[in-house]
């Protein structure tokens, strides 16, 4: 997995195209299933960080489609 934004504490834009998006380790067996953005009913927005206690704040939050 890659860091999507340097650990700097400063404010970061981050683009992630649905394509690099994978289902939730609670979806076991489906790690290789395309993932179709017109049937999500939710989306969950969080960090996998090893640290015993870390802070993700988010301003704004904007889907893009074509």
Do not use: C
């Not at 649905?18 to 299933?33: A, E, R, V, W």
Request: proline share 8%.
């Amino acid at each position: 997995m890659r860091d999507l934004f340097p650990a700097d504490g400063e404010w970061h834009v981050v683009y992630v195209p649905f394509k690099d998006l994978k289902p939730g380790p609670g979806h076991m067996g489906m790690q290789n299933t395309r993932l179709n953005p017109a049937i999500w009913k939710q989306l969950a927005v969080g960090m996998a960080s090893g640290a015993g206690t870390n802070t993700l704040e988010i301003s704004h939050f904007i889907i893009v489609g074509k």
